[in-house]
């Protein structure tokens, strides 16, 4: 099993370009996560999804999209990117387990936007 | 919105010392992980804890919940260079989410 995986590792924008990040997981999980990773901000949640086809918004969700067409896959969309998104990118999965809630990390996404 | 706190941010130390991180909130948990980072590379998961009280130990790491269940704490006992990274805890509040601290940043000098 890959676990989960992120695509790509490195990228670079420039302000105004688009992009979509995107994440799969192989465990079959139905809960998917969007994090940013800011030096000494930790992780901050910026969209999740419960299910195939449903997401929803956590903390910092302003200039980005997300969709969840199948379960295994979530991908996280920059419309037009700001130097304010230069951030690593966390994508996580989880089970339907209500007791331990224990999420899967990817690798990390590193954007820069100039 | 539920705030986790860690301390300290950051801790050097020599190989050998033992040491222990916090984690708190003023609210209570449902369940807390502590998860694991190094440099490029995601969180990986260290330990849950759910019960009020529990202590859970992995190798020379010993990880405690509190009573009250609103704090935690990560004790490692001997620390080696291999200890080194970024230490972080999570706390599900009793929704779909964790809510992350900031990590404390921990290196361990040979």
């Known amino acids: 099993n890959a676990g989960v995986t992120q695509t790509p590792k490195f990228r670079v924008l420039k302000t105004g370009q688009s992009m979509t990040l995107l994440c799969a997981q192989d465990?079959?999980?139905?809960?998917m996560y969007w994090y940013r990773q800011d030096p000494g901000m930790g992780l901050r949640l910026i969209h999740y999804?419960?299910?195939?086809?449903?997401?929803a918004k956590g903390e910092v969700p302003d200039g980005y999209n997300v969709s969840r067409l199948k379960k295994q896959n979530f991908l996280l969309g920059l419309e037009s990117a700001a130097p304010s998104q230069t951030s690593v990118y966390f994508c996580?999965?989880?089970?339907?387990?209500?007791?331990?809630?224990?999420?899967?990390f990817g690798p990390g996404t590193r954007l820069t936007v100039t | 919105t539920q705030l986790l706190e860690q301390s300290p941010q950051f801790l050097s130390i020599q190989e050998g010392e033992n040491l222990t991180v916090y984690c708190n909130s003023s609210?209570?948990?449902?369940?807390l992980q502590w998860y694991r980072q190094e440099p490029g590379e995601g969180p990986v998961l260290l330990v849950t804890?759910?019960?009020?009280?529990e202590v859970k130990k992995l190798k020379r790491l010993t990880f405690q919940f509190g009573d009250a269940r609103k704090d935690s704490s990560l004790h490692i006992t001997a620390a080696q260079p291999g200890d080194t990274g970024l230490y972080l805890c999570?706390?599900?509040?009793?929704?779909?989410?964790?809510?992350f601290g900031t990590g404390t940043r921990l290196t361990i000098i040979p």
């Open positions: 996580a999965s989880r089970s339907r387990d209500r007791v331990s809630y224990e999420q899967y």
């Open positions: 465990m079959n999980h139905e809960y």
């Open positions: 999804s419960v299910g195939e086809g449903t997401t």
């Open positions: 609210s209570v948990f449902s369940s």
């Open positions: 804890v759910v019960t009020g009280g």
């Open positions: 999570g706390a599900n509040f009793g929704n779909e989410k964790l809510t």
